[in-house]
């Protein structure tokens, strides 16, 4: 008997470590965002005249309000025409703004209230790409998102009909965010939602979504750290020196290293140059700062770990970025509950260790997985929609 029930007491256990409590006041944030690229012919078609690459004001102004009328048959409430060759990101926030640097389109909204109609594009230049955002809007954007993404894919397939683009020329991506800080129930959210988290494409398939077979799914977690007072007085920091925040950088950098190994956490990053990290999934691993963003390349498969560190030793930051990349291994059935488990373990064990005070201190989580694949032509049979 005591065999049976040391047998069923692991049976739950393991089942518990498959499951994740996040708090219940984690925001969530999804959107679709589907780019192209503009040919002449789609020109003419649209603008009537070739323009000769000059004055793209009416093709773009025409193009956007075909858009924007197929969303209003399709229900979308949150939607932008983008046309300007930058990165575009999303984020929560209580306020809607749209936020653009020299590279970045950054748009902030809450999900529960915030809709718009937008256009961005350069007047005189034929961009690369033309990129449809599709903003979720209302709640239980996780629960919806299925039904969500296949209005996507179907409002795509009339607006290739209508403007005669080929559907094989379109990329989708699906991003979804789950946000949280770590010490929530340490200020008064004792409430949870149980998650059992799952590849994208596997929670979709499981709600009958199925979506073609080549496909790229990455999910990585990014962790903010406030450089605040106490943290700086764990090291002594010289501001004579040529490089006076390296032994804070290093320290932190080494921490985190350790721990995050205790939890067979083996891809990493620490960025405390005031770059924005924004991970790739590719062939190779590689690092590529460019202007105000830092690209870092992991391999999902066959990587036996990898720990990238980007610091500017002359500047204090004002927030550390610690980043966890799921490999091939975390993701699948049992193992994607338990990594998120592991780093969110490690994230609070670094921050005791580094005098972080749960009661007062905000350490910000963002977990994100994605999905990425190009719509398949008509006669392609290696898709099942």
């Not at 773009?60 to 969303?71: D, G």
């Not at 409430?77 to 575009?88: C, D, G, P, T």
């Not at 891809?267 to 870092?296: F, M, S, T, W």
Request: hydrophobic letters at 40%; proline letters at 4%; a positive charge.
């Amino acid at each position: 008997m005591l065999k049976v029930n040391s047998r069923i007491n692991l049976i739950r256990k393991r089942s518990a470590a498959d499951k994740v409590y996040v708090p219940s006041d984690a925001r969530e944030n999804q959107y679709v965002l589907v780019e192209f690229k503009p040919n002449l012919a789609l020109l003419e078609l649209i603008s009537g005249k070739s323009n000769n690459g000059v004055y793209f004001s009416d093709f773009y102004r025409n193009l956007s309000h075909s858009f924007f009328n197929l969303c209003e048959q399709y229900g979308f409430e949150n939607v932008s025409f983008i046309a300007k060759n930058k990165l575009v990101r999303v984020m929560y926030a209580q306020e809607q703004q749209v936020i653009e640097t020299q590279q970045q389109i950054l748009f902030m909204y809450n999900p529960e209230v915030h809709t718009g109609l937008r256009t961005f594009f350069n007047a005189d230049l034929l961009a690369d790409k033309i990129e449809l955002l599709f903003l979720a809007t209302g709640e239980q954007l996780r629960l919806n998102a299925p039904e969500f993404h296949q209005r996507v894919s179907e409002l795509i397939t009339t607006f290739s009909r209508l403007m005669s683009v080929d559907i094989g020329t379109f990329k989708i991506r699906d991003h979804q965010h789950l946000t949280y800080d770590v010490f929530s129930s340490v200020k008064g959210n004792k409430k949870t939602v149980t998650h059992g988290f799952r590849p994208l494409i596997k929670r979709y398939q499981q709600q009958s979504l199925i979506l073609p077979k080549t496909n790229h799914n990455m999910t990585f977690a990014i962790a903010s750290l406030p450089v605040n007072k106490s943290l700086l007085q764990f090291c002594d920091i010289d501001e004579s020196a040529p490089d006076p925040y390296n032994p804070l950088y290093t320290y932190v950098s080494d921490l985190f290293v350790k721990i995050a190994k205790q939890y067979n956490l083996n891809q990493l990053a620490i960025v405390a140059n005031g770059k924005v990290p924004i991970i790739r999934q590719d062939n190779e691993d590689y690092l590529l700062p460019k202007g105000e963003l830092l690209y870092l390349g992991f391999k999902p498969v066959g990587s036996g770990g990898l720990f990238v560190s980007q610091w500017d030793s002359q500047n204090l930051v004002d927030t550390i970025k610690l980043v966890f990349i799921a490999s091939e291994i975390n993701i699948n059935k049992r193992g994607y509950g338990r990594f998120v488990n592991h780093l969110t373990e490690a994230l609070k064990q670094l921050s005791f260790e580094l005098g972080y005070k749960p009661n007062k201190d905000t350490v910000m989580l963002r977990f994100h997985q994605h999905l990425m694949y190009n719509l398949p032509k008509a006669n392609d049979s290696s898709t099942g929609i």
